[in-house]
């Protein structure tokens, strides 16, 4: 009998309350029993940490660390400028080179308008895959429309009316669960110090 | 007579010394005299006003001014995870929503192979253009042949000797000066309060 | 007293009548009569000679003579799998690897939905800034709503009143006319036989 | 006992002989005898029948069956223009809006140069998502420096020592025979007729 299978979920949003925390809450709320859950909230690390890649500052390390023992990461952001937030980018940027190597990846976005749509998978999915990623499943991207609850329903509710989002948390629970013999080789398996793009550029 | 020209330059590097920097502070060096100049290393905002978007903070306050006041902006970035730094979008989603309107805008980004090559202009330049840039110049990548100056040797003098460089430069500093008289209308103009993004997910 | 300057406009919709044409003929119409203009529908390009790249067709010769000689181009394409049509790809394919060089380019598009938007920015642009285009203005995407014409009115009415389109078309009049200064040197003056990318792949 | 699986290999090189020919022959050749395969040349089927989307043609017919039937595509592709050639994306947009769906998915593409390399990621990936493709595993780059075989050995001993290749054809053969339980729901079935994106614009 293996490890119980890990899904880590990243809220990329600043702001608070966030539309974008709300609905990777609700992705969390609804995965099987079996598999573990870890909700991080990037505005919880310490800015200077992120920024300037301390990865001795705990707060950081642990987020670092439920990404490494995640089978399935969904990466939460909100659409600005027509991509991901800086928020999300900049922790991005601390993970090891191939960090979503081994992983099942959802992309899951929230934007002020259906215009900004195709932003994940031109403008994020790109990134996720230069780490590596395993599998990345369909990007499911909210607009305000897709999110406002109405009077006396729930999200969880308003959501299960969504077919493109029940057919992408169907699809990454299957993958989660399903893909796990797949190990990543190939590439040399990078420490993270040596990786540290920083040294780079 | 009008007012002077003026080129503000980010430079996007977590890291001292950084590449990037090199290059965009040689970029600076080369403008004609008669163009004002500023360089903004974001890695000099505090971290915490970054990230938050907090814009009374009086370094992140002047960092936006500068821009505002910009006729000419060099987005000075390293390419990490085949895209732009999380430090340089940090400060991207600090500005508002056309904030690149009626200015002339170079990508200009530092990686580690030439694999990357493609970076600036499928994963920055989209971004800069939602931003309602007027006009956005061929983008500048250099790996780290491009930056190794022979010994004995200068990096202007290096630079000096890629075309692609130079041509980039010249157009650069022509697109600066010549549309100048092209303003921007049609978009509602945005006061800054009002179109945070933050406001919308 | 220099040449005339001169616009091509491309309509890459395969289908007949096609609102991609409607929209690009109406630019046309648009322009100052100094301004001298082609239309060129690339479903009147014999498929064969397209797909092969028979540079002796003429009517293909015809037409990418007619884009060497423009100061301005009006890339006008479905949004098919958001992304341009295979028929406009098809044509640029043909044309030399700096074909777009000293040029303006307008990226014009149509699509069935708003989600689109972003097509023309990430999955277009990228291919016209490889060709060395001087400046590539802002796009003009255009979703149904956008050209569902009143009853009594004329789409040229209709688009009046579309302050994106009149922008950018504006846009696309100043830049084709005061950019004309602007050579493009520095990258090796490409003839034609030697640059048609099939040599390489 | 189940049907057996099946890949189909599209290459959409205009040119013979063609590297990308070359590669994607060679991968076919290393699938596993239980997996039946088919190698489609796009520039068999008559011109006319593809930039028109004349379905009824019998060569165009019979390559849209091939790949609704299969369980894997190959996406071979040289790198024209910093995207992918017009010939596949002719043949691309005579498919079905979700014509990837329920299907493992390999972007594989020959090139001029390592600066084009995230080509894939960024301009032809999205198309392909947009598809509704099950899992599209890691693009698979090939500059001529990959592809010039030493003398006396063959294109298969010299992919054979690119770890890249041999980790991207092992994680497809996986994810051909593994992923087929996960049937592509929740998206209206779309049949043909109804779907063609000519109608739309």
Redesign the interface.
């Known amino acids: 009998m293996g490890m119980p299978l890990r899904v880590v979920a990243l809220v990329g949003?600043?702001?608070r309350p966030?539309?974008?925390a709300a609905v990777v809450s609700q992705i969390l709320n609804e995965l099987p029993d079996s598999i573990g859950r870890t909700l991080v909230s990037l505005?919880d690390i310490?800015?200077?940490a992120?920024?300037?890649?301390n990865l001795n500052e705990p707060t950081l390390q642990a987020a670092i660390e439920a990404v490494e023992a995640a089978d399935g990461v969904v990466i939460g952001t909100?659409?600005?400028?027509?991509?991901?937030?800086?928020?999300?980018?900049?922790?991005?940027?601390t993970l090891p080179?191939y960090g979503m190597a081994d992983k099942v990846v959802w992309p899951v976005g929230?934007?002020?308008?259906?215009?900004?749509?195709?932003?994940l998978?031109?403008?994020v999915?790109?990134?996720l895959?230069?780490?590596?990623a395993?599998?990345?499943?369909?990007?499911a991207f909210f607009n305000p429309a897709d999110l406002t609850v109405p009077e006396g329903g729930t999200l969880k509710q308003h959501l299960a009316g969504n077919?493109?989002y029940?057919?992408a948390l169907?699809?990454f629970v299957?993958?989660v669960s399903?893909?796990r013999?797949?190990p990543?080789?190939?590439?040399p398996q990078p420490d993270r110090a040596g990786t540290d793009?920083?040294?780079?550029?």
């Open positions: 949003s600043p702001s966030s539309s974008t505005n310490p800015a200077e992120l920024l300037s890649g909100p659409i600005y400028k027509a991509s991901l937030s800086g928020l999300m980018k900049s922790f991005i940027d080179q929230t934007g002020g308008s259906l215009a900004h749509a195709l932003a998978d031109y403008g999915r790109p990134i895959q230069s780490m590596g395993r599998h990345i499943i369909q990007s077919p493109r029940v057919e169907r699809h299957i993958a399903a893909d013999p797949l990543f080789l190939g590439h793009p920083r040294n780079a550029a």
